[in-house]
């Protein structure tokens, strides 16, 4: 298996530019999650979905900030407009259940926004 | 509210020395409790996890990690750590089926 794919992997942009990042899981992972990471912060859970559908989103900051989940094999994150506070690094991640099943990580999408 | 908490930012060791990297949570109950790594530049690994049973826990790499109720801790041991253990440690608590990370701990290794 391929492993959880994220792209871009490094992206910059100007201040009011709309984003968007891309996520694959694993296949018959049926939980897909958001994370964002900043050293002020750390690890936050942005969203997360069960099947396709939203469960939590109690995690995205703002409106400016929306994730789709069209299918069972593809995610995406976007900003618009983007704010340089919105430089971070974002990672994906499915698990198979929830309850301490194990979460596997993309290598993450590196934003930069200028 | 559930919270997990690494009070060490950054350790250094030598290569071959012991380790050990603190990890305390607050919960009510017995949570699910993990240990996640991250390397430069990649996302983050499951080095291992406890859910009950035996408080001592193995994991990947040569890690172990023990569970102590009594002091609200999980904190993560390795014997004799390698070059290649340089990477951002995770500790992480399962809340409302959410995993709720630490801060972490970056270890440095020294040869």
């Known amino acids: 298996d391929a492993g959880v794919i994220q792209s871009p992997r490094h992206e910059v942009t100007e201040m009011g530019q709309e984003v968007t990042l891309r996520c694959k899981p694993i296949s018959g992972h049926d939980y897909l999650f958001w994370y964002r990471q900043t050293m002020m912060r750390g690890l936050e859970l942005l969203i997360y979905?069960?099947?396709?559908?939203?469960i939590d989103d109690s995690g995205m900051p703002e409106d400016r900030f929306s994730a789709k989940m069209p299918n069972a094999s593809f995610s995406t994150l976007k900003i618009q407009p983007s704010e340089p506070r919105d430089s971070a690094v974002y990672f994906c991640?499915?698990?198979w259940g929830l309850g301490g099943g194990e979460l596997f990580f993309g290598e993450g999408s590196r934003l930069t926004v200028l | 509210a559930q919270s997990v908490t690494q009070p060490d930012i950054h350790i250094t060791v030598s290569e071959g020395a012991s380790l050990e990297l603190r990890c305390n949570y607050s919960y009510g109950a017995t949570p699910y409790l993990f240990w996640y790594v991250q390397s430069p530049g990649q996302g983050l690994q499951l080095l291992l996890k406890y859910f009950s049973g035996d408080t001592l826990v193995q994991g990947i790499k040569g890690f172990e990690a023990e569970f102590k109720r009594s002091q609200s801790s999980f904190n993560l041991r390795k014997p004799s750590v390698h070059w290649s253990d340089a990477a951002e440690y995770f500790c992480a608590v399962d809340r409302a089926q959410k995993l709720v990370f630490g801060q972490g701990t970056r270890l440095t290794i020294n040869p």
């Open positions: 991640a499915s698990s």
């Open positions: 979905f069960n099947n396709n559908v939203p």
